[in-house]
């Protein structure tokens, strides 16, 4: 049979498993990897997470063992949550010097002196109302709440931890915690904002892993609103201008033209992306139905954040994926 004289034939770079992987634009590396810990002072065993199965909350007992884990599959970054002994309307646990974060950092820290210590800085998981600050009337006190961020902040550098990542969309939170930071001669402890955070119902099974969920009302007065993206731009340009060291994007899935437009604008700095509990909870259910392959879709939404422009990512299958790669 006669063939066709086309110019170019692209199928060529596909057809074999050694010419994909040679022409393979995009790869995850377990270096860029975060895995998100839970750490509980109320339960004495592992438990695991209903909403996100293979997830657990961690008692400071199990935590050594866990971090010898993740090291040994080569993940060398953690970001903790915490879930506290008591809550109240400051989220005044949050800044103890025996408070569970606290504490799990300076297991870690004895556990494997390499692994990165990144702490989540919030107040949901501390405060008896469950928003991200101080409240008056029922509406975040934003300067009052950076001044308590400082605070925990320092808590936290002063256990060990080597990146600080604010989450609660407060205003100046970069400025003031690396006032505070410096103040306390933290000066080499490093700020991953999470600069661009949506109000996203996909954080609803973490709110369930964290105790965390706002007692009344919702996030929209301090989260982004999902319908925007030039305000995206506006959020991380001002945290840049305050000195973050790291920007991020969350979530990853629904926003990665967000990621995109930010790798665009800002190649230089170093851009996080984190898949959060829902994007997770979400694949591992529909591969529990049967409906797709739970490794290939990992795989799958993984890449396709890495390509859209993402250096680093957080992910709950942090330990999954490493064994592919
Ligand atoms: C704390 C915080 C949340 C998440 C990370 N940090 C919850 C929220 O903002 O409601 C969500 C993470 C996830 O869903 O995996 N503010």
């Not at 040679?22 to 109320?42: D, G, K």
């Not at 199965?53 to 970054?77: K, R």
């Not at 080597?162 to 080499?188: C, E």
């Amino acid at each position: 049979m006669t063939h066709y004289h086309l110019p170019l034939r692209l199928k060529r770079l596909r057809k074999s498993k050694a010419i994909r992987a040679l022409v393979q634009e995009t790869r995850l590396h377990r270096e860029q990897l975060i895995a998100p810990l839970f750490i509980s002072a109320n339960i004495e065993h592992k438990q695991e997470i209903k909403s996100m199965p293979g997830q657990f909350q961690l008692p400071l007992a199990s935590l050594a063992e866990e971090i010898n884990e993740l090291g040994a599959l080569g993940i060398q970054a953690v970001l903790l949550f915490g879930l506290p002994e008591y809550k109240d309307a400051t989220g005044s646990a949050a800044w103890q010097k025996n408070g569970v974060i606290q504490q799990a950092i300076k297991i870690i820290s004895n556990t494997n002196s390499e692994m990165l210590i990144i702490t989540d800085l919030c107040f949901c998981e501390y405060t008896d109302h469950g928003h991200c600050g101080v409240l008056i009337d029922e509406l975040i006190d934003n300067d009052h709440t950076l001044e308590l961020l400082g605070r925990q902040a320092v808590s936290h550098a002063e256990a060990g931890a080597h990146w600080i990542a604010p989450s609660g969309m407060t205003d100046g939170m970069v400025t003031a915690i690396r006032q505070a930071l410096d103040k306390a001669g933290f000066i080499d402890t490093a700020i991953l904002s999470y600069s661009v955070k949506y109000c996203s119902c996909f954080y609803g099974p973490f709110r369930e892993a964290t105790l965390g969920a706002p007692q009344f009302g919702d996030r929209k007065t301090y989260q982004m609103n999902p319908a925007n993206s030039n305000e995206a731009l506006r959020e991380t340009e001002l945290d840049l201008a305050e000195g973050a060291d790291l920007i991020m994007v969350k979530p990853a899935m629904n926003y990665l033209d967000i990621i995109y437009k930010l790798k665009q604008k800002y190649p230089e700095v170093p851009l996080c992306a984190y898949q959060v509990s829902g994007e997770y909870s979400m694949l591992k259910n529909a591969a529990a139905q049967g409906l797709i392959n739970e490794e290939q879709a990992m795989v799958e939404s993984l890449l396709a954040i890495k390509r859209a422009g993402a250096d680093l990512i957080i992910t709950y299958f942090a330990k999954d994926i490493v064994r592919l790669i």
